[in-house]
């Protein structure tokens, strides 16, 4: 069952009812400024850091699940309802949501009046323009009411949710003409304030929560106010600032009113916090006052339609231009929207905000993740590269100078968060991976010679490379008794934590260790990851060619021996006959393989094993792929383990203590099923990598909507494997390295148009039934047209590839470097 469809013309999702089986949400902003909305408008905003700059409160798992936002209530004539539903509720005669590229559309009509509202932040701009367009499609005159209201945050949102004794004593507002200004602590330590306006006169207003709801028993539901048609004008003075504006409006037959209304955010220097004077017409309760002057000017940006127009074509033409980048043809629509639209949308959004602030993600709980961040470069890369760049510098810093690495940072302070440490045994690995990629997709050498600090030498000068020498040798210097990788607290997996041994409620399984491992230095010295064996010897070779394009023959093939090293002791020590083990834990047993009851095989170190080439000499690649399908495949995806552990095994940690089905516990966990589809693709297994890449596909999963539950354009973390009783249900959608894996699945590995250090791959491995497809790619300022025949309906295999009509060896299109357009063909055979 569907709750919409996409219109591919115009970028956007429809939805085409308020009740869709979860909040289907969409992101506004993507640089400083950020909002989430839903279908019906529910969300918040944050400037840069959703916890320590919240604009707007939010209430997490609340009932109803979606509740507080921004909101418009209209009061006809004593019926009181809000264009997107909710929170009132009155059923609507019309309903519509648009999700868009970095904009959303939501529409509602009742008794022959329709409001359409447009939510978007500018390019380059601090705040949400929310522009309302009432239409009177009636016969006769209507006149009726418009309240706004959002609420404002405390700024930090963790301790607004948490800090009552204080916060309900610290609240203060301004109001001047139709503007409501947000300066909760302003006069002391902050010198950060928010608005609310609209361009027009406004017939009343509200900023005191309580007062605008008329009773604390009331919720947004209810508001006393509106159903009155009287807001009561007040003045917040603690408890909780709010900002509400009342209209009186009134249309004749087929007349429009549009309202732009701002929600705001602005800095002031230090020394030009307040106004010299105060105007006649201003509202406060202070001695001081606010210096409004950026608020001024915010203001006038986006004051009337035009402008508000010229805003939204300015981020149409960006959108477009993002995605022109590269675009694809292929003979699947829903292949076409993913990749041409959706995947790469979301790749923006989790390269912005990792995995801090979504629906699942509550913006207090975590800043950037360090692996995580890395990953979302593989799949943004391509479109803003200065970003990527910017932000490489940014988590490399964070690293310490013996390799290892702050497991997580905020984006405001962007300094490693000690809450939760490091010693996560992957992490360095996927920085080499993130700073190879930018530099395949740039050719800019120069990043390595960046001045980068480590966290604990602030002030040293090292560069971006010897970042990569540290993070390649904390792997070498940190191995187990087999020579494969010490596992630490946890590896990709968060949840196999080897060293925990956890009985005590409340220990965190990702930062508690067993004192048992003091003397060993925090962690055992036994348990050993597969996972990272393998990542070790997929990311390896990156790094080695870093060294020899820099001409360090020695060093790279002193590394090289590391990587035929550990690929030697992986087929040894953790190949299992027909696949390969997770790990061995901190008693040495196996973890993963035949021999256990239980969580036999782990799909993580497969991908990487295979596409490493580890033992394919003895044809392990295909012997894993099979157990792959055999064992982890079904309707929904591949799952994470399987049998699924049903009991707890104190010696895994976290795991286990999932019922069987969810999360790392045998759920599938479409992050990790791109290693797979990449594995099949680079096996030359195109139709088995296009069956798992479309069984995950969010596009793919529209159809089923009702059961997969979470937005049909985005991918989600997880979905529940075939042990748990909601197979098939989507959970924690958009924050998720599967954004930044599925588009390198699809792009590099099926459609295979690959940024190598030297040229662009363009090795495709694709459903047999394919006659061929088409792409543009805009690699290192030239732009290259590319065809792919498959006359005789193979899955991969290039018989010729030409560069405009010059035949080229192998599958590697140089770079031409001259800024021209250039046809490349590819036939298949
Ligand atoms: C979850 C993981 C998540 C981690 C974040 C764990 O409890 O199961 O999926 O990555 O917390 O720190
Ligand atoms: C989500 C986390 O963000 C990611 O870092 C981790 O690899 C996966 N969960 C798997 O545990």
Not at 2 to 24: A, C
Not at 380 to 407: K, M, N
Not at 629 to 647: H, I, M, Q, R, S
Not at 751 to 765: A, T
Request: proline share 4%; charged share 25%; net charge negative.
């Amino acid at each position: 069952m569907k709750f919409g469809h996409f219109d591919d013309l115009r970028k956007e999702y429809v939805i085409n009812t308020p009740r869709t089986p979860y909040p289907w949400i969409n992101y506004l902003g993507n640089q400083g400024f950020f909002s989430l909305i839903s279908n019906t408008a529910g969300g918040y905003s944050f400037y840069k850091d959703a916890r320590l700059r919240r604009i707007t409160r939010y209430r997490y798992n609340n009932v109803p699940l979606d509740m507080g936002g921004r909101y418009f209530y209209i009061n006809d004539n004593g019926t009181v309802w809000n264009p997107g539903w909710s929170p009132v509720k009155t059923e609507l005669d019309e309903y519509e949501c648009r999700h868009g590229m970095g904009y959303t559309i939501i529409k509602g009509k009742k008794n022959g009046l329709k409001a359409e509202v447009t939510f978007f932040v500018p390019q380059n701009y601090d705040g949400e323009v929310q522009q309302v367009v009432l239409t009177n499609e009636g016969t006769e005159a209507k006149s009726f009411s418009i309240f706004s209201v959002a609420e404002w945050c405390l700024w930090d949102a963790q301790d607004d949710c948490t800090n009552f004794q204080r916060n309900f004593s610290t609240g203060r507002v301004e109001i001047e003409g139709s503007t409501i200004y947000h300066v909760t602590e302003y006069r002391d330590r902050r010198n950060h304030y928010a608005f609310y306006t609209v361009n027009d006169e406004i017939d009343g207003y509200d900023t005191d929560r309580d007062a605008f709801l008329g009773s604390i028993y009331n919720g947004w539901d209810n508001p006393e106010t509106v159903k009155a048609d009287k807001p009561s004008n007040s003045f917040a003075d603690g408890w909780s600032p709010v900002a509400s504006h009342y209209k009186k409006v009134t249309l004749a037959p087929g007349e429009s009113k549009t309202l732009i209304y701002i929600l705001g955010y602005a800095e002031n220097p230090q020394d030009k916090k307040f106004a010299a004077e105060k105007p006649a017409n201003l509202l406060t309760r202070e001695t001081w006052v606010l210096n409004k002057e950026k608020a001024y000017a915010m203001i006038d940006k986006y004051n009337t339609p035009e402008k508000v127009a010229a805003g939204l074509e300015e981020l149409r033409t960006t959108w477009d231009k993002l995605l022109s980048i590269f675009k694809v043809d292929t003979p699947d629509d829903k292949v076409n929207r993913m990749v041409n639209i959706w995947n790469q949308y979301q790749c923006m959004v989790t390269f912005n905000l990792s995995r801090s602030a979504s629906y699942f993600e509550s913006g207090i709980g975590r800043g950037m993740g360090f692996r995580d961040s890395n990953q979302d470069i593989l799949g943004f890369v391509h479109q803003i590269p200065e970003r990527a760049r910017e932000r490489l510098i940014d988590i490399a810093s964070t690293q310490l100078s013996d390799g290892g690495c702050y497991h997580q940072y905020q984006p405001l302070t962007k300094k490693g968060n000690a809450d939760i440490g490091g010693d996560f045994s992957d992490d360095p690995l996927w920085m080499i991976l993130s700073v190879a990629a930018y530099i395949k997709e740039t050719g800019d050498w120069g990043i390595l010679d960046a001045n980068v600090p480590f966290d604990d030498d602030p002030d040293g000068k090292h560069t971006m490379l010897e970042h990569l020498d540290v993070s390649f040798y904390h792997i070498v210097n940190n191995l187990g008794p087999h020579g494969l990788p010490l596992a630490m607290r946890a590896d990709w997996n968060d949840c196999i934590n080897l060293s925990c041994f956890s009985d005590t409620p409340g220990e965190s399984f990702q930062t508690y260790t067993n004192p048992k491992f003091k003397a060993e230095g925090g962690y055992s010295k036994v348990a050993e990851s597969a996972f990272v064996a393998a990542l070790f010897t997929y990311t390896g070779p990156a790094y080695v060619g870093i060294l020899e394009h820099l001409g360090k023959a020695d060093e790279a093939a002193k590394a090289q021996a590391e990587i035929d090293k550990m690929k030697k002791n992986t087929m040894e020590s953790a190949f299992d006959g027909d696949w390969f083990i997770r790990a061995y834990d901190a008693n040495g047993e196996k973890m993963g393989s035949k021999e256990c009851e239980e969580g036999k095989i782990f799909i993580e170190p497969q991908g990487f094993a295979v596409m490493s080439e580890i033992g394919k000499d003895v044809g392990a690649d295909i012997k894993t792929l099979n157990s792959i399908d055999k064992y982890l495949n079904c309707e929904f995806g591949l799952v994470l383990n399987n049998p699924a552990y049903t009991k707890y095994y104190i010696q895994y940690g976290e795991i286990s203590t999932y019922p069987g089905g969810y999360k790392e516990n045998a759920g599938i966990f479409t992050h990790n099923n791109a290693w797979i589809i990449c594995a099949e693709a680079y096996a030359g297994r195109g139709d088995k990598a296009f069956e798992y890449y479309s069984k995950i596909a969010p596009a793919f999963t529209e159809e089923t909507s009702d059961i997969h539950k979470t937005e049909p354009y985005v991918y989600g973390q997880m979905i529940g494997g075939k042990d748990a009783k909601n197979f098939g249900q989507g959970k924690n959608s958009w924050l998720t390295g599967t954004a930044a894996w599925n588009m390198v699945a699809i792009s590099q590995y099926i459609l295979g148009v690959k940024p190598e250090f030297d040229g662009l791959r363009v090795d495709p491995s694709i459903p047999a039934a394919w006659d061929g497809f088409t792409a543009t790619r805009q690699f290192r300022g030239d732009t290259y047209e590319i065809t792919i025949k498959n006359p005789d309906h193979v899955n991969k295999g290039g018989k010729t590839l030409t560069v405009d009509g010059a035949a080229v060896d192998g599958c590697i299109v140089p770079v031409a470097g001259d800024g021209k357009t250039h046809k490349v063909e590819v036939v298949l055979g």
